[in-house]
């Protein structure tokens, strides 16, 4: 075991961790930060999601031990520390854009990654940078949807949610 | 205006702030002191008989509490099945043991053999890998035509054969039908797959034992859509423990989709374990775990006929089915074929003779059971493809066949059981060609063309059974179970509400529709009512989710319960106005009496019933708490009607879905908001079926689609926007909110519009291809074209 330490939202946090221990269960077993899922072990469904050093990675294929040092962002740390909700998690609730909430982590730190890097994606830009997230209730529609609202799109001739 | 509270109204969901912030509470979110972990060594073998296990060396890695095998279930009882199907002889189903562990052989690629548990989960999987098992390969039975014939080997050796059940509906049909085929002026005649399919909810399965040696009391934290059921089933058939020491929990669950409604092994095992080791013991499913474990769906190989007159009426429908029913029968598996397939062959038209056959087939695959639609998605393929090629060997308009046979009166009793109470299938179908654009397909097939594209243009109808189900009649039919949902509502002393339901929600929004429903009926604002579901210890008894079945059945319970809530609650207005009971009105969170400004609030009258200082008490009890069961009368039948527009490309292909509508009635419609959401998700399940989904299994019955780089899930870019509409509403007549039911629509009434797309396509390009089985990949679609 070895002890790693990293800074998750903006606060220090340290564990202990075996050499082959995945970032994805470091966070949910270790540091206690369950907002990040696990829904397959094949890094495809993208229910893992978070940012390291300011890039998303699927915390699935990354090793604790890796992220000695990093700064790490998950799903706990988007909110207002007052509980408001980011302009992204705000356009997911207005528009539907979840249904059970497993995947919804992973989607919602994606979103904040392509938004970066894209700030206003097309529909179909959206839907290509979805391809490492499955969502299995939404038929992605309001996702989609909620992703162009969050950008500052014009949602209103898209089919109502 | 669209509303904005109440019945009718999209509130947005509460439920969405804590999984947007990754504070819900899934199973596997959910540590208890001292937990041990739980590792499953399951067969690699389809069909094997187990010589020797030896786990000394294994019981001697670290961290290792104790490994179990099959022995140590010997005397325990077996997952049971919760459906009894009657042949068509009077004989009941073969029913083969369904042990916790493998005993003797395993059955399928999956079938668990031993558990090890462990300090940790790493401990248990290596401890795993050092148990030395030695198995004789026997032969695989995968393919159901053959499991069937004469010297198959057998998936159960003390059973007669793999022929679980030859059921037909009605047999007394059959000579009508007979007739009707002799002389009718056109047959058409399908051959189909309807593909195996694995629910896949993005969370995998999840199961917490846990036991308390001071109480003996049992927990179970488990991913269920219908946490009673398991208590039921597990408590009563397998573990011996009677309900009240026995709490099972269902907490924030990650999708269903049918998957989770069945009581598994691994559910018995944790609880079992749990009180063998005293300490509480978790087991996380993998996905690669999950694709061997979770119950598949579909998997039903037919052959249709349809009948037709001079004039192009149907006049009668004959099927044979094959169903797979896998190595070993799941809580619900016999029902899916027969009662909720057989039942739906009338579709949404007046065929008067109507014969279906089906025979459920053990396989050494894995169990197979409901999966959204369950058996109304296999019966509406089967015929709205039929019809399809029908229309097209007739030269006839698809669209036009379908509306000149459409039921059009209602009640209509069909000949397969079952009695429509409402509809207007021409309603759904006018609404289709509105949103869908019929008019502007030329054009947009045209375009098409010129960019080297190929557009195709299909459309079905479909009905389902939902609300499912009224008890008596159900257990005439062979469910072990009643069918009934519950709700108990508790007010407060300060006037709020919590409603603790039977039902479960496991994406469908429960804690926001339901208090739409409370809200409404008393006059108060949404925020005062909260919702309980999925812990037995502050539940009443209920039945769970699928089905579709929450609002028309577990709303109905809630309503009931309300009714009665107002009904004291208007006795002790009537005591606090001095007024006569018969002249108390309740509006807008208020009671008042008729014709005076006599008033009270509706939280003077909740907090009279807890503090009972001037009160009725000679006439009833103090407190404002009650509770509803509610068997419902009739299933529901939502019908719809669905369009598909495809382009594919003729150099590869690949399908694309161009464009998709959806025209339902739901009857009613609480929140429209999350009505629609299920279509959406629905419509994306069947698009996954159409296109892209398989379950494949070789003829070693090794299953080659067992992760998400084989199986393929539908991504973002494979779908598109969906055009949905719910404004045909004719409401359900024998519920109380007249609602029918909306969350397995999508799934049910889309695939048969993408193959009718595609063949439409093909057909357009001038080739003979009459039918592609799904899925369409481009490998299917690219063979079709070189015809």
Redesign the interface.
């Known amino acids: 075991m070895t002890k790693v330490s990293m800074t998750v939202n903006g606060k220090a946090a340290s564990g202990e961790a075996?050499g082959?221990t995945l970032l994805s269960s470091f966070l949910?077993?270790e540091l206690g930060?369950?907002?990040?899922?696990?829904?397959?072990?094949?890094s495809?469904?993208g229910?893992c999601v978070v940012h390291v050093n300011g890039v998303a990675v699927k915390s699935c294929t990354m090793l604790a031990v890796e992220a000695e040092g990093a700064e790490v962002a998950?799903?706990?740390g988007?909110?207002a520390p007052d509980?408001t909700?980011n302009t992204i998690?705000q356009a997911?609730?207005?528009h539907?854009g979840?249904?059970?909430?497993?995947?919804?982590?992973g989607m919602?730190m994606s979103t904040a990654a392509l938004l970066k890097e894209n700030p206003k994606p097309s529909?179909?830009e959206?839907?290509?940078y979805?391809?490492g997230?499955?969502?299995?209730?939404?038929?992605?529609?309001?996702?989609?949807?909620a992703i162009m609202a969050a950008s500052g799109q014009d949602v209103s001739a898209?089919?109502?949610? | 205006m669209p509303k904005d509270s109440g019945i009718g109204a999209s509130p947005?969901?509460r439920?969405?702030?804590?999984?947007?912030?990754?504070?819900?509470n899934?199973t596997?979110?959910i540590?208890l002191n001292g937990q041990a972990y739980v590792h499953f060594l399951r067969s690699d073998m389809a069909h094997g008989r187990i010589t020797s296990i030896d786990t000394t060396a294994a019981a001697a890695m670290p961290g290792v509490v104790r490994i179990f095998t099959g022995a140590d279930f010997e005397g325990v009882g077996g997952i049971p099945c919760g459906w009894q199907i009657t042949d068509k002889h009077g004989e009941v189903m073969q029913e083969p043991a369904h042990p916790v562990l493998a005993q003797g052989k395993a059955r399928y690629v999956g079938d668990a053999i031993a558990a090890v548990v462990a300090d940790t989960a790493?401990q248990a999987r290596d401890a795993a890998e050092a148990i030395e098992l030695d198995m004789e390969e026997l032969p695989a039975v995968i393919d159901m035509k053959a499991a069937v014939q004469e010297g198959a080997t057998k998936v159960h050796d003390d059973l007669t054969s793999n022929l679980c059940y030859d059921w037909s509906l009605p047999e007394d049909n059959k000579p009508a039908v007979e007739e009707a085929f002799a002389n009718a002026a056109h047959v058409t005649t399908l051959e189909l797959v309807n593909n195996r399919l694995i629910a896949?909810?993005?969370?995998?399965r999840v199961a917490v034992g846990d036991f308390n040696r001071a109480t003996g009391d049992s927990t179970l934290y488990t991913t269920s859509q219908n946490p009673h059921v398991i208590r039921l089933l597990m408590g009563a058939f397998v573990l011996g423990i009677p309900e009240h020491k026995l709490r099972v929990i269902a907490p924030?669950?990650?999708?269903g989709?049918g998957t989770k409604i069945f009581h598994y092994a691994e559910e018995a095992f944790c609880t079992f374990a749990a009180k063998a080791l005293n300490r509480a013991v978790k087991w996380t499913s993998?996905?690669?775990e999950a694709f061997i474990s979770d119950a598949h769906g579909r998997d039903h190989v037919s052959t249709i006929q349809l009948a037709l007159d001079a004039d192009n009426n149907f006049t009668a429908l004959r099927t044979d089915t094959y169903a797979n029913m896998g190595a070993y029968l799941s809580t619900f598996a016999p029902s899916v074929p027969t009662w909720l397939h057989g039942t739906l062959m009338a579709g949404n038209y007046k065929t008067p003779a109507i014969y279906v056959n089906v025979k459920a087939v053990f396989t050494n695959t894995v169990p197979v059971d409901a999966y959204r639609g369950a058996g109304r998605p296999e019966a509406t393929y089967q015929l709205e493809r039929v019809i399809d090629k029908a229309a097209r060997e007739l030269g006839v308009d698809p669209v036009a066949l379908r509306r000149q046979n459409f039921i059009t009166e209602f009640p209509y009793a069909t000949p397969v059981a079952v009695e429509y109470d409402t509809g207007d299938y021409n309603a759904t179908m006018d609404k289709l060609e509105e949103i869908a654009d019929f008019a502007g397909f030329a054009a947009r097939r045209s375009a098409s063309e010129a960019r080297g594209k190929v557009r195709g243009l299909g459309v079905n109808c479909y009905i389902e059974a939902c609300g499912i189900a009224p008890s008596n009649l159900v257990g005439q039919l062979g469910a072990r179970a009643g069918l009934y949902e519950s709700a108990t509502v508790r007010v407060n002393a300060t006037g709020g509400l919590v409603v603790m339901t039977g039902s479960h929600s496991?994406?469908?929004?429960h804690e926001t529709s339901f208090p739409q429903v409370i809200a409404e009926m008393i006059g108060i604002d949404e925020s005062m009512v909260e919702v309980v579901h999925g812990d037995t210890a502050n539940t009443p008894m209920g039945m769970g989710t699928y089905g579709s079945r929450s609002l028309a059945v577990g709303g109905s319970a809630m309503v009931r319960a309300t009714e009665k809530i107002i009904a004291k609650a208007k006795k002790i207005a009537a005591h606090l106005m001095e007024a006569a009971e018969a002249d108390v009105e309740l509006k807008d969170g208020a009671f008042s009496v008729a014709g005076t400004d006599k008033s009270v609030a509706w939280g003077d009258v909740t907090l009279a019933a807890y503090v009972p200082h001037n009160y009725p008490l000679e006439d009833i009890e103090p407190g404002l708490e009650e509770t509803a069961f509610y068997d419902p009368a009739n299933f529901t039948y939502p019908s719809g009607a669905y369009a598909c527009e495809v382009e594919l490309d003729p150099e590869t292909g690949k399908v694309s879905i161009e464009r998709f509508a959806a025209a339902d009635d739901f009857g009613n419609v609480v929140n429209?908001?999350?009505v629609?959401?299920q279509v959406?998700?629905?419509?994306?399940?069947g698009?996954g079926q159409a296109l892209l989904e398989g379950a494949v299994y070789n003829e070693d019955g090794q299953l080659l689609s067992a992760?998400?780089?084989d199986y393929a899930?539908?991504?973002?870019?494979d779908?598109p926007?969906?055009?949905?509409d719910h404004s045909c509403q004719t409401p359900c007549t024998h519920n109380p909110l007249g609602v029918k039911g909306c969350g397995e629509a999508?799934a049910i009434g889309s695939p048969p519009s993408v193959v009718n797309a595609v063949v439409d396509a093909l057909q357009s390009m001038g080739k003979d291809v009459t039918h592609v089985d799904m899925p369409l990949s481009p490998a299917r679609v690219w063979q079709a074209m070189q015809g």
């Open positions: 075996e082959r949910r077993e930060f369950t907002g990040t899922h696990v829904g397959c072990d094949t495809q469904c229910a998950t799903i706990e988007q909110a509980g909700l998690q997911f609730q207005d539907h979840l249904q059970c909430g497993f995947c919804t982590p919602v529909e179909q959206i839907r290509e979805l391809e997230n499955i969502c299995r209730c939404t038929g992605y529609h309001n996702i989609v949807k898209i089919a109502a949610e | 947005k969901r439920e969405d702030v804590r999984f947007l912030t990754g504070t819900g899934y596997d979110d540590n790493e896949n909810p993005m969370e995998p924030d669950v990650g999708g989709f993998t996905r690669s496991h994406g469908q929004g429209p908001m999350i629609e959401g959406h998700g629905g419509i994306g399940q698009i992760s998400y780089m899930m539908p991504r973002a870019d779908l926007f969906y055009q949905v999508g």
